[in-house]
């Protein structure tokens, strides 16, 4: 067998790092500016913030998705007028049509 290690030390303060920029890691700019404005205290509040609003996004996107696209809403009746008018403009649409 192979000779296997594992580095088991893992930063478990949930301290975000982007990509390192010139050799200095650096937080997110939404945890920054949610750090800068005071809305919390620390970087972990901010990925619990930040999380909890993307599944609220994602939920009002669901609702409003089924809203639009998959509720069934009930056909409305016609009053008598507006079925004489689709009756007249059948009419017309049949008269002009070629046999």
């Known amino acids: 067998m192979s000779e296997i290690q594992f580095n088991e030390e893992s930063n478990l303060d949930s301290q975000f790092t982007s990509r390192t920029i010139l050799g200095a890691p650096t937080s997110p700019k939404?945890?920054?500016?949610?750090?800068?404005?005071?809305?919390?205290?620390?970087?972990?509040?901010?990925?619990?913030?930040?999380?909890?609003?993307?599944?609220?996004?994602?939920?009002?996107?669901?609702?409003?998705?089924?809203t639009f696209l998959y509720a069934k809403n009930a056909p409305k009746k016609l009053t008598p007028e507006q079925e004489k008018q689709r009756q007249d403009f059948m009419d017309r649409v049949n008269q002009n049509r070629p046999q």
Request: hydrophobic share 55%; aromatic share 14%; net charge positive.
């Open 30 to 66: 939404m945890v920054k500016a949610l750090l800068k404005t005071g809305i919390v205290k620390n970087e972990k509040s901010a990925g619990y913030l930040l999380l909890g609003f993307a599944v609220v996004c994602l939920i009002l996107a669901f609702y409003i998705s089924y």
